[in-house]
């Protein structure tokens, strides 16, 4: 019989629902050693709150997330509020003995997350941090082949996460506020494309060129009930974009785009990795999709493949799921990270791996020197990034 884990969550809204729906989902699907067991959830807002956690099956709920750490029914607190609110919660409940499970980016700076991954590390409780694009059948087929050695030596990693919801009609939400977001599709997207890339080659940034970064819209809309006589607009201090060019310790160069401003781009989160024996390719908006180019079967019968990722054959957690041929789908990726992060706390290994705060510390680095590079307008070699 598996054993329990307590899950406390802060943040109630867009993740507080994705990863409420698998913890919901996990035990249910997978066969888990640990079984997640939703305790109390907390978020800023009293009057949504009690709603929230009867529809979703929580049997406590509050506005203060700090009373968890005394709660010694808590074993996981997951952290899913804005990046401002990531380094406080995590650090308190690590040092109160929780496990921790906080959302990406994994902090608004550097300095941040080494306090975040060095409390990690003092507490030796489990972290793991919300990248659950490694988890679509696609990217962990993936992730596979490149092991296999399908692709060879990669030579190139072209990574694109562009959207188009951040134009001058989007109010002053605190994504566009850098005391809150800490910076703007840099941190929010090209977070998740660093550590894709970092987890499918398996090699290290050493080196960014060089960046650039820019804010389009200046001035936005302050959101909700405007006082009278109060102002309208406010100041959005983070990039609306930011692109930059890096080498990998391997050898492959490499390429980055975030941005909220490309039309027609809705959730164009891509890879494409082009090595010595072949390359692949996956978009998000074809999320069960792997493409793959096999340059070692002979010359007049090569061309793409796409590869729809819904068989045990080839994605781990298949056959958790539908019958072979089903697709799945976003909130899949989030229910596959709970069922590996509760493989990872009941003693077993996960079917792919977890980001640990450790790890999401080397993504922010990347992060961090692509904004200096974009600040200085300079190279910025990684081990100067400390
Ligand atoms: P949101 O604005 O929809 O929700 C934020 C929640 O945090 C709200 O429930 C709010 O009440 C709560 N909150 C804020 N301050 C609080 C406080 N002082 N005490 C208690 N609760 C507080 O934000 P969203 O979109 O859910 O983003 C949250 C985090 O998740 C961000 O770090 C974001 O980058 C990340 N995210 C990750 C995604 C992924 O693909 N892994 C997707 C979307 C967001
Ligand atoms: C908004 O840009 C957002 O919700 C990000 O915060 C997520 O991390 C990304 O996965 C989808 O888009």
Redesign the pocket.
């Known amino acids: 019989m598996s054993r329990s884990c307590h899950v406390a969550l802060?943040?109630?809204?867009?993740?507080?629902?994705?990863h409420s729906n698998a913890y919901r989902q996990a035990p249910v699907f997978f066969d888990l050693p640990m079984r997640p067991v939703l305790h109390s959830i907390?978020?800023?807002?009293a009057e949504?709150l009690a709603a929230f956690a009867t529809q979703w099956g929580y049997p406590n709920h509050t506005?203060?997330?700090r009373d968890f750490a005394k709660d010694e029914a808590i074993d996981l607190v997951d952290?899913?509020?804005?990046?401002?609110?990531?380094a406080e919660?995590s650090i308190a409940m690590l040092e109160a003995g929780k496990h921790v499970a906080?959302?990406?980016?994994l902090a608004r700076t550097l300095d941040e997350a080494r306090t975040m991954r060095d409390a990690a590390k003092k507490s030796r409780r489990r972290t793991f941090v919300?990248?659950?694009?490694r988890r679509c059948p696609a990217v962990a087929f993936a992730y596979r082949l490149v092991r296999e050695g399908r692709l060879g030596d990669i030579r190139h990693v072209r990574a694109t996460y562009l959207q188009s919801w951040g134009g001058p009609d989007t109010p002053l939400?605190?994504?566009f506020k850098k005391k809150y977001?800490g910076s703007g599709a840099h941190?929010?997207l090209n977070?998740?494309i660093v550590d894709m890339a970092r987890f499918l080659t398996g090699d290290e940034i050493t080196e960014v060129h060089g960046a650039v970064s820019r804010t389009f819209v200046k001035e936005r809309a302050i959101p909700g009930p405007v006082k009278r006589g109060a102002k309208k607009t406010g100041k959005s201090d983070v990039d609306d974009a930011l692109l930059f060019l890096a080498s990998f310790r391997g050898g492959a160069v490499a390429s980055f785009e975030a941005t909220r401003v490309a039309p027609g781009h809705l959730n164009a989160n891509t890879m494409e990795l082009n090595g010595t024996k072949g390359s692949l390719r996956f978009d998000f908006e074809d999320m069960d999709v792997l493409q793959f180019h096999d340059a070692t079967v002979p010359d007049r019968e090569q061309g793409w493949k796409r590869i729809i990722c819904t068989s045990a054959g080839n994605h781990p957690y298949a056959e958790a799921w539908w019958p072979d041929a089903h697709g799945l789908g976003y909130e899949h990726?989030?229910t596959n990270m709970v069922a590996d992060m509760m493989r990872v706390l009941g003693g077993e290994a996960p079917e792919v791996p977890l980001p640990d705060f450790a790890d999401a510390y080397e993504t922010q680095r990347v992060l961090e020197a692509a904004v200096i590079s974009a600040r200085e307008r300079t190279a910025i070699r990684m081990r100067e990034v400390k």
């Open positions: 802060i943040g109630q809204k867009f993740m507080g629902r994705a907390a978020a800023r807002n949504e506005t203060r997330w952290v899913a509020t804005p990046n401002d609110l990531h919660p906080c959302e990406k980016p919300w990248f659950n694009y939400l605190w994504r977001a941190g929010d977070a998740h990726g989030f």
